[in-house]
């Protein structure tokens, strides 16, 4: 994929910079926002540059509420020190962060009823990471188990399966079937976990979002528009937990 450089476009007065892309590969015009970088536009080989001024003006209202989004994506991360007594999510459940020194040699996170008990090292004052830390593992526990169940439901097999870090994306399905999921669906009820993994599920049988693919998603899981809903209205909070 080419970088074609930064510009920018004037719309109704707002000036909306963007970073263009040229991909062989893409069918069609394809708009991203991320956090890091704001708004990309990818197009494909033979598109004209010149009509993309026309193209963002069609999808201003789009563009507009996602740079918004992930503004208040930055400044929340930007401006969060997590302390003691703080709240974070954990498998959908809203629980209190209590601090402890750790008796042992590093640091560690127990859940007890509705709070996360973090004992930390005398000289660690990184909250955030030893949570991390924990939310992680906790993930590569449950997201496996839960793939390896559902995949034999939907009679589908997968390659590797990773945990990552992803800014805009909970999951994702490459074309050799390899399966990955943001570490920080640890945060959401197991329910919309679950979406998570059937919806990466079935993109290996339709690596699309046509109507078959849907209706692959919605026989393993009949609330998934509920799920799905979820997730994007919760999608800045869960973000922002961990800077």
């Not at 998934?224 to 909070?237: F, N, P, Q, S």
Request: glycine share 6%; net charge positive; aromatic share 8%.
């Amino acid at each position: 994929m080419a970088i074609l450089g930064t510009r920018e476009v004037i719309i109704d007065g707002q000036a909306i910079p963007y970073i263009l892309k040229r991909s062989v590969r893409a069918r069609y015009v394809r708009l991203e926002v991320r956090p890091e970088t704001g708004l990309i536009v990818v197009i494909p080989r033979f598109y004209r540059p010149e009509q993309i001024p026309d193209l963002l003006r069609e999808k201003l209202r789009w563009v507009s509420a996602n740079l918004k989004k992930y503004e208040r994506i930055k400044r929340l991360t930007r401006d969060r020190v997590l302390q003691g007594g703080d709240t974070v999510p954990y498998l959908g459940r809203e629980m209190e962060v209590v601090t402890r020194p750790s008796n042992g040699n590093g640091d560690s996170v127990n859940v007890e009823e509705n709070r996360l008990v973090v004992s930390l090292k005398a000289e660690s004052n990184r909250l955030d990471q030893a949570l991390e830390q924990w939310y992680r593992v906790r993930v590569a526990q449950l997201i496996p188990e839960k793939a390896e169940r559902l995949s034999a439901d939907m009679g589908l097999t997968y390659g590797r399966l990773s945990i990552r870090g992803q800014k805009t994306c909970w999951g994702s399905c490459s074309r050799k079937g390899n399966i990955s999921f943001n570490w920080k669906l640890i945060m959401a009820p197991e329910a919309v976990i679950e979406y998570v993994i059937i919806h990466e599920l079935a993109h290996l049988k339709e690596l699309n979002h046509s109507n078959m693919f849907w209706q692959l998603v919605s026989k393993y899981c009949p609330e998934w528009r509920e799920h799905k809903k979820w997730l994007k209205e919760h999608a800045v909070e869960l973000t922002a937990q961990i800077p």
